[in-house]
């Protein structure tokens, strides 16, 4: 149980995550700005024509087959969030944490990377977590582990230290 059940949390989080979910496809977005947070959010096969993305925060987005046309993006802090199979045009990015990592199976074409780090951290860390779901998390874990605390200190109790232990050695010999 005390396995089971943070990973069962966790499934029922990921869930809750995909119905939290939108969904943006066939669409072509043009003149637009985004910034702030955007979360949750997936495009699939949308053309973004002339968009900013400025000092935006990217969590949890997905842009699958997506082509960006003369776009920009300038500070903008990524987790979670990956291009997939998709092409840029003419499309600037500045001040951005969008590592190699996240771009699979993308094309470019006359796109620049400017004050960009190069080799970002492995680690994909959600930038929107919140610390009560972290401590709520390991609070439940180790909730998990008290019946099996109980259970042994009452056999240790009944039958003794010792006599339980050397048992134990017993049984392990065999």
């Known amino acids: 149980m005390s396995i089971w059940f943070p990973e ?3 499934h029922l989080e990921i869930e809750k995550d995909q119905d939290r979910e939108i969904v943006t496809a066939n669409r072509t977005l043009a003149h637009r700005r985004f910034g702030g947070l955007l979360e949750d959010r997936r495009f699939e096969r949308v053309r973004f024509v002339d968009v900013t993305f400025e000092d935006a925060l990217l969590s949890r987005c997905i842009f699958e087959e997506c082509t960006f046309k003369d776009c920009f993006f300038r500070r903008v802090r990524s987790s979670k969030t990956f291009f997939i199979r998709s092409t840029f045009k003419r499309v600037d990015f500045e001040s951005t944490d ?8 993308c094309a470019f074409a006359n796109s620049s990377f400017r004050n960009t780090v190069e080799d970002g951290c492995g680690l994909d860390l959600d930038l929107t977590t919140d610390l009560s779901d972290v401590f709520t998390e390991n609070l439940i874990a180790q909730a998990a582990i008290i019946p099996g605390s109980i259970v042994s200190s009452y056999i240790l109790d009944k039958f003794g230290r010792v006599k339980t232990m050397g048992e134990q050695q017993v049984s392990l010999s065999e």
């Open 98 to 105: 969008l590592y190699a990592f996240r771009f699979i199976d």
């Open 8 to 10: 069962y949390v966790r």
